[in-house]
């Protein structure tokens, strides 16, 4: 069976490794784009770690931190359009992708409460 958000934010990892390339090369931006890689990839690292969780909440705990830094990738691609660091284009693509994983992540999120709370 395939791991739909794990693919997903590898995905996303690696794109948003080349930004932080294109960002750092072509646009000499630095101090934000770093920001950008961190939480960016961090996402995929926790979904790979929660793979072979122990247990259940620790399971959660992986999923609950890795829809923190979805939510603070969200929040610097915002800051990089609105600072003229990203175009528009750059930015809807680099969101949309960041939505679909903030969704699977929330449903995960939703439904292993449910389940924890059953067991």
Known sequence: M???IAGKSYAFAIRIVNLYKHLSNAKKEYVLSKQLLS?????GAL?????HAQSKAYFL???NIALKEANETEYWLMLLKD???LTEQEFGSMKEDCLSILKLL???VKTT???LKRS
């Open 39 to 43: 939480s960016g990839t961090a996402i």
């Open 83 to 85: 600072t003229g660091f």
């Open 106 to 108: 929330i449903s995960i």
């Open 47 to 51: 979904v790979k770690e929660a793979e």
């Open 113 to 115: 409460k449910q389940k």
């Open 61 to 63: 705990n992986k999923m």
């Open 2 to 4: 395939e791991n739909i």
